[in-house]
C-alpha cells in the first residue's frame, strides 16, 4: 500500500509534529495537524469563541471546531498521518466514523522529559522548523537569533497540556490499546531510533 492511514497519538512534547513529518516525507502522505491548523486559524469566530481561547488556557478546542478541519483535510488526502488529533473518546468516535486506519502508534515519554522538550523547543517562523535548545540547536547563528516559543511552550502551560493529555486522551490510548490496534513505540530514544521503530511498525501495519 503506497498511501498508509496512520493515526499518531502521544502526550504533548512526546514527538508527534517530529515523526509526523518523517512519515509524511516517507510515505508521501498528507500530515494532518490539528495544532497547526488552529494556530493559523487562531482569531477564527466561532460560536464557541475563538480557538486562541481555549489553546491559550492549554484546553482542547471545541470537538465541532476540529472534527470540521479534520473531515475537510481527510476528504482531500490520499494517505495521511493524523498528529494532535483526536483528543478525546468523542473525536475518536467522529474519526471512526468518516474513515477506517491502517496503523496506530503511541509515542511513550516520561512526564519529566516531556516539560523538557517543550519547555526548550523553539520555532523557525520564517521555515516552520522545529529545533530544540538542547537536543537540536540550529547550526546557522542566522537561524538561532530568530527562533521564537510558542506561547503554550512554558513550563506552566506544559504541566497543564499534559494534565489535559491524561485525562482526556489516555482513554483514546485505552481503547485503541483494547481493540488490539495499537502500536506503544519507545519515545524517549533519540528521534532517529524513534523513527527506526515508527517506519518498522507501519511497514509490519501495511503488510498485515
Ligand atoms: P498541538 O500543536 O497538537 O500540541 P501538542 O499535542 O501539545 O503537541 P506538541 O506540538 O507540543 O508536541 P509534539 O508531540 O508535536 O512534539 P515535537 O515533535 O514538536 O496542540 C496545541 C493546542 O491546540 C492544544 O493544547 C489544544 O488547545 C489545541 N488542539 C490541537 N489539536 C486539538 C484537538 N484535536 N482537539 C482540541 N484541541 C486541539 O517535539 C517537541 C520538542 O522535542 C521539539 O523541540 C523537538 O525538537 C524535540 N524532540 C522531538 N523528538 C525528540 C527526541 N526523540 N529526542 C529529543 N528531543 C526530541
Redesign the pocket.
Known amino acids: 500500500m503506497a498511501t498508509p492511514r496512520i493515526m499518531?497519538l502521544?502526550?504533548?512534547?512526546?514527538?508527534?509534529?517530529?515523526?509526523?513529518?518523517n512519515l509524511a516525507d516517507h510515505y508521501g502522505i498528507d500530515h494532518i495537524?490539528?495544532?497547526?491548523?488552529?494556530?493559523a486559524n487562531k482569531d477564527m469566530e466561532t460560536e464557541y469563541g475563538t480557538?486562541r481561547e481555549?489553546?491559550?488556557?492549554?484546553?482542547?478546542?471545541?470537538?465541532p471546531?476540529?472534527n470540521e478541519i479534520?473531515e475537510a483535510a481527510i476528504d482531500e488526502a490520499d494517505g495521511f498521518v493524523l498528529?494532535?488529533?483526536?483528543?478525546?473518546r468523542s473525536?475518536a468516535e467522529y474519526l471512526e466514523s468518516i474513515t477506517d486506519l491502517d496503523a496506530v502508534l503511541y509515542?511513550e515519554?516520561s512526564d519529566e522529559?516531556?516539560i523538557?522538550?517543550?519547555a526548550?523547543?523553539?520555532l523557525d517562523p520564517e521555515t516552520n522548523d522545529?529545533?530544540?535548545?538542547?537536543?537540536?540547536p540550529p547550526e546557522d547563528p542566522a537561524v538561532e537569533d530568530r527562533l521564537v516559543q510558542?506561547d503554550?511552550?512554558t513550563e506552566e502551560?506544559?504541566q497543564e497540556?499534559i494534565g489535559?493529555?491524561k485525562e482526556s486522551t489516555l482513554p483514546v490510548v485505552e481503547h485503541f490499546d483494547a481493540t488490539g490496534d495499537l502500536v506503544r513505540i519507545d519515545?524517549?530514544?533519540?528521534?532517529?531510533?524513534?523513527w527506526s521503530d515508527v517506519r518498522a511498525a507501519v511497514d509490519a501495519a501495511i503488510d498485515a
Open positions: 499518531l502521544g502526550a504533548p512534547g512526546a514527538g508527534k509534529g517530529t515523526q509526523s513529518a495537524t490539528t495544532g497547526d491548523a488552529l494556530r480557538p481555549f489553546m491559550e488556557a492549554g484546553e482542547l478546542v471545541p470537538d471546531v476540529v479534520v498528529d494532535g488529533y483526536p483528543r478525546n473525536q509515542l515519554v522529559e516531556l523538557h522538550r517543550i526548550g523547543r523553539r522545529v529545533y530544540h535548545v538542547e537536543y537540536n510558542r503554550d511552550d502551560m506544559a497540556r489535559v493529555f519515545g524517549e530514544q533519540s528521534p532517529a531510533a524513534v
